[in-house]
């Protein structure tokens, strides 16, 4: 990055330009409980114009968690592919201001088979997610606390729908 750092008579200090990260961890933690580490994407990039505190983020991380897609396959579906897990990335975007910075979450479903099953499954997921944010805050939760995904319409706390196998 390029940052201009000035500090006049009065000790007034400022500082802007633009640093890019290139790589990097970032943290999630809740309660003390749940302890995530997301890869910081390339591109990310924090902005300064004047106060050193008010800088502005731009930045994107992602967990990468390997769960079965068998939850979003219709209860017909007879694949043999079930029970393989499947990358899915958990996506944090921090955007804003430093000090209280605009949090937004993603899933993206990084590989499954071709079957039209599959296809047709992640399909349907991506747009109920990218629809209804309660949907997503579900399936996100569900990630970072249980490592699966959920059934559509399964409460997140329904012990009959959670596998026992919480990794």
Do not use: C, H
Request: no cysteine; proline share 5%.
């Amino acid at each position: 990055g390029r940052l201009g750092m000035k500090v006049d008579t009065k000790g007034d200090f400022t500082m802007t330009g633009n640093y890019e990260i290139r790589r990097g961890e970032y943290t999630f933690t809740f309660q003390n409980i749940i302890n995530k580490r997301f890869q910081i994407q390339p591109n990310s990039r924090i902005t300064w114009t004047g106060d050193p505190y008010g800088a502005l983020l731009d930045v994107t991380a992602a967990y990468r968690q390997y769960t079965s897609l068998s939850p979003l396959l219709p209860a017909s579906s007879t694949s043999a592919d079930q029970s393989r897990r499947y990358p899915v990335d958990l996506v944090i975007k921090l955007n804003g201001d430093l000090g209280s910075p605009a949090i937004s979450y993603d899933l993206d479903v990084k590989e499954y088979p071709a079957s039209s099953d599959f296809r047709q499954a992640v399909t349907a997921f991506k747009s109920r997610i990218q629809s209804n944010d309660q949907e997503l805050t579900r399936q996100v939760s569900s990630v970072l606390i249980f490592n699966q995904l959920l059934p559509e319409g399964t409460n997140l706390f329904d012990q009959n729908q959670v596998n026992s196998g919480v990794a």
